[in-house]
């Protein structure tokens, strides 16, 4: 260079370039040293003009292009960058800060502590790439610490509570009565129930074929002969097993008659107990949602069963998924295992509960 230092400048990889046209490059590159062109600095010049012809909103699309058809939630993770494109959508992707990144995590951590994180996640995989492809030299989005998150739900039903809920789905349409027994018996997402189509029904076997088109899997879920003679019943008129409103589309939702469906059950339970002289359980259904059936059916069949069996049934991609959901939530198990080892204790009884024996304990 000019002012005498030594720059090493890559002239290709072996094997893509010959040695023959490695020399000839080299020989280039030293000539133009000669008349004092800097081949480095000219690069490094060349990726700052290309870095900066590209925006974040420009970037984005390409990165959502690359991620399609990929086993991912495609669908959350536009929606989390379509925030960032709100904000820094016209800006170049290497002027965008990690003070930038801060305050826009701050703003969505300030309404949901969750959603910002799943936002941190998505926004930072977009610049990691942008890094990978030598768009940026590092991610704003590095070092930031995460919002710390409530726990997540632990909410199952009674058999008390179940027991009310299924009495009242009784009341409500056939197809509506279908969609909750698929729901209590075989423990199907909402949108899964609602989606199942009377031709992935194989009623002699006993299963209903899940299909995954992004993932290219299919899943089979068991599926009780209870909860059979219950769709067996139904008319075919859809294309769905849970009819809607146009036999070509499946039904939306659930929220109405799942109002419904709770309010007659607290209504029968409170008059129940009103018969027996009994005051009202205030926590009776309170804080149900309809995923907690989902939750209710992994933790019956995690204690009859054990985890392996529910994570199988659940769908889950690692039986660590449903020991951390279901594992928790099992406090009757752990119980029920801490009586029995004090009851199988030698020195103790229940007119000796302290375990006084006159003789020293076994250590």
Request: with cysteine.
């Amino acid at each position: 260079t000019k002012d005498g230092r030594r720059r090493k400048v890559d002239v290709g990889r072996l094997g893509r370039v010959t040695v023959e046209e490695a020399r000839e490059a080299a020989r280039r590159i030293l000539a133009r040293a000669e008349l004092g062109e800097d081949t480095v600095e000219t690069r490094e010049k060349e990726r700052a003009t290309a870095r900066a012809a590209v925006t974040f909103k420009a970037w984005s699309a390409i990165y959502l292009s690359r991620r399609s058809g990929r086993r991912v939630r495609l669908k959350d993770t536009a929606r989390y960058i379509a925030l960032a494109v709100e904000r820094w959508g016209a800006r170049r992707l290497d002027s965008i800060t990690r003070t930038d990144v801060e305050n826009l995590y701050q703003e969505i951590g300030a309404e949901h502590a969750a959603s910002a994180n799943r936002w941190l996640s998505a926004v930072g995989a977009c610049f990691t790439m942008a890094v990978d492809e030598g768009h940026i030299v590092a991610t704003p989005a590095r070092k930031l610490t995460k919002f710390t998150e409530n726990a997540p739900r632990s909410r199952v039903l009674s058999v008390g509570e179940m027991s009310r809920l299924v009495t009242a789905i009784q009341a409500e349409d056939e197809h509506t009565r279908a969609a909750f027994t698929l729901l209590i018996g075989s423990g199907l997402r909402l949108s899964e129930a609602l989606r199942a189509r009377w031709e992935d029904l194989d009623a002699e076997a006993g299963t209903l074929r899940l299909p995954r088109p992004k993932s290219q899997r299919v899943e089979m879920v068991p599926i009780p002969q209870t909860t059979l003679a219950v769709l067996s019943r139904l008319s075919h008129d859809s294309d769905f097993i849970v009819a809607g409103a146009d036999p070509k589309k499946p039904r939306f939702d659930l929220k109405r008659a799942w109002t419904r469906v709770l309010v007659e059950a607290k209504k029968e339970e409170s008059l129940s107990r009103k018969e027996r002289g009994e005051e009202a359980d205030a926590g009776f259904l309170d804080g149900v949602h309809i995923h907690d059936l989902r939750r209710s059916f992994g933790l019956a069949v995690a204690r009859q069963s054990g985890l392996h069996v529910a994570s199988r049934l659940l769908r889950h991609r690692d039986v660590k998924i449903t020991q951390a959901a279901y594992s928790p939530l099992d406090l009757d198990t752990l119980r029920d295992a801490v009586e029995k080892r004090q009851d199988a204790l030698p020195f103790v009884s229940e007119t000796n509960p302290a375990g006084r024996t006159g003789r020293r304990s076994p250590r």
